[in-house]
């Protein structure tokens, strides 16, 4: 496989549907999209969502969505997802987020997992795989002229205020500008 595959979990999805630029993600994966079962269930279910109908756009992106076939990939699954999960969480909570992992590293996939969730990226990294979060998409967006630093900086605004986070070290504009230089 020549090609670096782009596997998301579902937050990711979430954020560039609230930003009305599921076609900028369609650019960013570059027909290397990969997903799991899960990821694509979750997906389908914050599709119903009022304002989130355009999730529907990343079968189209992603395609058919790739299962665990083997024992030790349901194993490292549930094994990730004990890992992931807080008191209190329901059963399918970080399933996707697991799916994925326990997928990309059983099958050796030469990919990069997009996910902002803080404790996925532990187990990512013990487990060899690269992972990057929607901030990095977004400033990958910006660099390769995509979008604009002006677009960009809205974008940040608005996931702020959807309460989706922040890029480590942005503040203000001014720590925007080098966080995009760096």
């Not at 989130?52 to 083997?70: C, N, T, V, Y």
Request: hydrophobic residues 40%; aromatic residues 8%.
């Amino acid at each position: 496989m020549s090609s670096l595959l782009v596997l998301p979990d579902n937050t990711v999805l979430i954020n560039f549907a609230l930003l009305n630029r599921m076609d900028l993600l369609a650019k960013l994966v570059k027909d290397n999209g990969a997903w799991c079962a899960t990821v694509a269930s979750e997906c389908d279910q914050s599709a119903k969502v009022p304002g989130l109908e355009s999730l529907a756009d990343a079968h189209g992106i992603f395609g058919d969505p790739l299962r665990p076939q083997s024992p030790t990939e349901h194993v490292m699954t549930r094994a990730f997802r004990t890992r992931l999960a807080r008191p209190g969480d329901g059963p399918f909570r970080h399933l996707g987020e697991s799916e994925t992992l326990a997928i990309m590293a059983s099958r050796s996939l030469r990919g990069i997992f997009v996910s902002d969730d803080r404790a996925v990226s532990v187990i990512a990294r013990e487990q060899g795989i690269r992972i990057v979060t929607t901030f990095e998409l977004l400033r990958a967006a910006c660099r390769s002229g995509m979008v604009d630093a002006d677009t960009a900086w809205s974008y940040l605004q608005r996931l702020r205020q959807e309460g989706r986070g922040w890029p480590p070290g942005v503040y203000e504009r001014s720590s925007f500008e080098k966080w995009l230089a760096a």
